[in-house]
């Protein structure tokens, strides 16, 4: 199935000194959430309980980070009667620090997880200053002591119509959909391969309404009722400030590669593309790096091509896992623009393309990863990722300008 | 002490497309590595011991953190005989896959970090293709089983004059070796916060020369000499790809805010500021976040500020502990200029300031966040970060033209 063309946001079509200087924000798939995180609520326990009762609240089950669907563009949501079997009905009655005190190791709780406020829905959940229809994620994966509850859930899910998505790879939903969506999948993802603290060895506890993990100086796993907790191990999380317990998000560079005369762009492939399938090249940043530096050692260990100047355009996150995705537009430097695979074997191969051949294939060889060419498409013609990439958005950009007096991004 | 304008690298100086466009890049400080981190060389440990064998070879010694340092300029490097007590003589002799098959989680070996080859130092050392002095970075700290022969290398590196860093936060290195020191600082901090396994509890192995962490499948502790190693329990990373093991960096925006009509900038202080300092405002990113929108985020919630247009600027590596500033410059809507710092109680203050002021601020106010102001200042005058902070190249920049109709980036 070809995704539909996503409904990708235009949040600043403004007349700004920004906007006139550097064009239009370019906003990928993935981003542009309607939902206002108000991250400085999400250990307020008051204001999530009452969020949670609210009865215009929005809970998104994720079974094994599937999320329920109505169909292909849009989420399934349900009500919080239909997630209560397996959150119990006020799972924010207690404080946090409550539940740290009463922590006990051997016990499972579903991660929930408060997305944001929907701030143009102004149905009548008020909380200070704060206002819009409430937006959590669930983790119904029947799972260990939960899974007769988390089935329960999944029934009922069903029984409403919806289902869980099929797709490993949520790519057709529409724009704000996708939004929440991704930000469901990375920090339930996040919860799902983070139970256990990294710095010594014992269990977490989901906190800050699936925002954080904490590890808890004492336990009451064993520990007969009426008797007090037991002391855990010591932890260096606990001693400082330390970001281990937070979620965490790679970051990712994706460049489009022009050569020194800008008449040409370098395109890699690896062996998973199909035939005549080409893309931007993209890799980890590593700690210690720039963006720019980090663009410049990838582009040479993948392809032997020396990069000058980069320029960053835009972002988008990623959510398999949780990337962020960095998008850059770089220039190979006048004698470095010889290929060489040998360095990191990681591309099957890399070209550099006419701007004329990649201009062609952004209107006759665009279609999904899995999908079939378009039927513009000529057998041997240049083939390039869909429009919810942000590889073409990048190619899409120096096509379309980027590289002439007057910019337009 | 107030530290040295850094000697910032002008790795792009020429004469692109991109730059007469763009104007040069702004290269950060922590930016601009002299070395080649040759990635994909990392797991061969026939590379390994040879560049780690080599006479060219310079290790840097960390004792929690700290680098042995000449002087407040200059990282102080050792021989391979004097980290041999501790990391014997010839530590990748086994392969990676040799050392999975014999780990025991009660043997500690240091990390032994390669950074990468210095290719501008062509002193012999060749491996296949690639050329240069290669550089180690060695976790000395005194730990557990450790500790005395850490110890005896500790001595070595007083006995030769050399000393370990007292600061907290190098910023006074030249360039190239605050580069070096980023990779060093951020990737032993990464192993150190992680020997155990996210995913299961486990006890993690340090590989990739120090940069991957692998949960191995057996464990020899405890098993008599001669019998095979035990299995170890489940773990979810070792059934797929996964990031888990690999070194985290955590990416942060930060922004000068710029007013609608383009005359102002937006600057916050926390209590941790000495009186009248301000900065640029700074904030994580969330998974499921493109850059763009936590800057909107961050802004909004901190100052109570709409921004619209977001432009990306540039990038700084952050070694405290492993973080990627993301440098923006964003544009306040015209009806969202209004502070206002009720949401999240993290700034103590946000102000608009006139450019004429912030300009003014740049020649007189700059020092390190410690240091005494400059001569040249004024009482109750604003102080701006250092040149070694992005904050100050952002608004550096911004005040240089970075709005006007050609751009000085």
Redesign the interface.
Known sequence: MTAPTPDLPNL?A?D????R??G??T??Y????PL?????LRSDHAFLASAFSHPTASFLPMNNLSPAVKDASSLGYVTKAEIEPLTGAEPFKQTEEEWVKSFSSDVISPVILFLGLDEKKTTGFEFK?FKGAPYFAIDVTPKDSLSEKANSVIEAVKAKGLDFSKSARMMSLTAPEA?IY??????LD?N????????????TLSVNSG?KRRCPPTDLAGVPEGNPPKERGDC??RHSV???C??????TIIVAV?S?D?TKMLLGRNKRFPPDWYSTLAG??????????AVR?EVW?ESGVTA??????????W?Y??N?M?GA???A?PDGETIDL????ELEDAKWFTMEEVRDALTTGVSDLGGPAPSTYKEGGLRLPPQTAIANRLIDSVCGGY?A?V?KI
Do not use: Y
């Open positions: 600043v403004d700004s000194m920004l906007s200087k550097f239009r924000e906003a990928n993935f981003s542009g959430s206002n995180r108000v991250s400085f200053d939004a991704a930000q469901a999948r990375s920090l996040w799902a391969r983070n139970p256990f603290c990294a710095g010594c060895g014992g269990r925002h260096p999380t330390s970001n281990l937070f979620p965490r998000t790679d970051p022009v020194a800008g980890f940043l590593e700690p210690g790096e720039s963006i720019e530096e050692r260990e000058g100047r980069v320029v960053l355009h835009s972002s988008q996150p959510p896992p949780a962020l960095i537009i770089a220039q430097t040998g360095n990191d074997p590289l007096a910019s």
